[in-house]
């Protein structure tokens, strides 16, 4: 059975850092595509950004909102994948998510596209 288990969240001040992991344990066939969600209260989960890997190439990409700030990497080795957060504004506080899919030859924004999903981790950042 596929776990994903999400840590690194916390509360920092506007302007700060922090860096989320995503740690997956068992193996999603298929998997090529790992996604950050978020999801502040009384909001649907948005997209935040998304990594794809395929012989030996990776590809990312972000939600506007996060561009320049955040970046998604992974580690195949750790089985792993992370979102570093820079520059934290106090509109990114949310619960976070990650998320694997399978077999996309793109990387998709939907929720609805991931099928496996971690519990979440609480960012709060404080102006």
């Known amino acids: 059975q596929v776990q994903l288990v999400e840590s690194g969240g916390g509360q920092v001040q506007a302007g700060g850092s922090l860096r989320l992991s995503c740690a997956a344990s068992g193996r999603i066939v298929g998997n090529n595509v790992m996604g950050w969600f978020r999801q502040a209260p009384g909001k649907e989960r948005n997209f935040v950004a998304g990594?794809?890997?395929?012989?030996?190439?990776?590809?990312?990409y972000y939600a506007d909102s996060v561009k320049g700030r955040f970046a998604i990497s992974r580690d195949n080795a750790k089985n792993t994948v992370y979102l570093q957060m820079n520059s934290l504004k106090p509109e990114d506080t949310a619960i976070y998510y990650c998320?694997?899919?399978?077999?996309?030859?793109?990387?998709?924004?939907?929720?609805?596209?991931?099928?496996?999903w971690g519990q979440g981790t609480q960012v709060t950042v404080s102006s």
């Open positions: 998320a694997g899919a399978a077999n996309y030859y793109y990387i998709p924004t939907p929720e609805s596209a991931y099928a496996y």
């Open positions: 990594i794809r890997w395929n012989a030996g190439s990776t590809s990312t």
